[in-house]
């Protein structure tokens, strides 16, 4: 069992009755605790509070008797050390490492980074007074996706054995929560006024986003080889992205590639565009910087040829036409918006939430539905109809189809 010794004092009274000092008093931390670990090596671990050596002490008992004792040195590792080689170690794709390098690098080494993951694990009130101070800089979603990718590493961790728990999941750390805000769907004038303010060789790119939910990046990657005519289906296979200052083909979002029912109004304006602006071959990495090329014929390409950069065609090309259309450039009104137009038309039509997901390239419908409940027609007068129809043949007064009785 583990014994607690105070390196200051002798435990036995000198000549006048008082403790006897020991050569190191004053010096170091006071209280040390020892014990025998499971490997039948003798520990040691010093503290400046006696409180808090009488805590390590009955930590240490109940972890060894319990079997789930892990070595304190093996939680020496600074977090900004096992963040590094964690993060090198994930399989996740470029764009999506690259964002998390950037959070860990801005908001959470500079001031975590030096602290062992050994003293975090102990002390989970550090995480919430880091996690505090971020939300005064940060948007709450931002900042709770750093807390994620923290939790996430802590877990690993865990899960190498160099901590025995994550504290990142302690009560006393309390994930930020935002208010979503509702989706306010374009109206069909809107969008028929963005896109005729947009240049010609673009305004089927808003066909494709409100006509069949695609993304902006699944946008910049359509081809006419993706859009089968005869069955009138789009195969949406990939999209364009920037990972590391450099364009590339990608799998959509995901990596979840879709079929999208393709409606005649759609048809018929996509292919007066491929007429007027034949498709132009690109040829990009595929999934990373490094990776193979692959040339793809796309239907959309920047004036020069090429294919398209996001950040500078919606700051030359689709703020411009926002403007002109009288609508104020701003995240509400990013492309993204197209894809909530095609939603909010599909669930006045009374296309339900699992189809719709399957159409946006959803995993989750219950995504979709958080996001669009709001949209969703009201039941009521459906309800009203659905009783009566149940119950109309035996209630007086009522008829077998909901029609009342004179």
Known sequence: MASIEDRWFSARPGPDGKKARKPRHGTGKRWKVHYIDPDGRQRGESFGRRVDAERFKATIEADI????????????????????????????????????????????????????????????????????????????????????????????AVDDGLIPRNPCRAASVRTPKAEAPRVVPWPGPRV?????????????????GAGLGMRQGEVFGISPDDVDWLRKM????????????????????????????????????????????????????????GGQKVTVALAFTAPAGGAIWRGEWNRNTWHPALQAAGVTPGRANGFHALRHAFASALLADGVDIRTLAEHLGHHDPAF???????????????????????????????????????
């Not at 450099?246 to 029912?261: C, I």
């Not at 119950?391 to 077998?400: E, V």
């Open 65 to 156: 008797v319990r079997g789930v004792y892990i070595d304190p040195d093996a939680g020496r590792r600074t977090l900004k050390a096992y963040g590094e080689s964690w993060l090198a170690a994930q399989t996740f794709g470029e764009s999506t490492r690259e964002r998390t390098e950037s959070r860990l690098r801005l908001h959470l080494f500079p001031v975590l980074g030096r602290r062992e993951l050994g003293e975090l694990a102990r002390s989970p009130s550090i995480i919430q007074a880091w996690l505090r101070g971020l939300q005064a800089t940060l948007a709450p979603s931002t900042a709770a996706l750093v807390l994620k990718n923290l939790s996430a590493m802590m877990t690993a």
């Open 234 to 289: 789009v195969h949406v296979r990939r999209q364009v992205k920037i990972v590391g200052g450099r364009p590339l083909f990608a799998p959509p979002k995901g990596g979840k590639e879709r079929d999208v029912p393709l409606p005649e109004s759609v048809a018929l304006r996509l292919s007066a565009h491929l007429a007027e602006h034949p498709a132009r071959e690109v040829g990009l990495p595929w999934q990373a910087p």
């Open 192 to 208: 028929a006024a963005v896109r005729a303010a947009l240049p010609a060789g673009y305004r089927a790119m808003t066909d494709c």
């Open 368 to 406: 979709t539905l958080r996001v669009y409940c709001h949209l969703i027609p009201s039941g009521q007068e459906r309800m009203r109809s659905a009783v009566d129809r149940a119950l109309g043949g035996d209630c007086p007064g009522i008829a077998q189809g909901g029609e009342t009785g004179s």
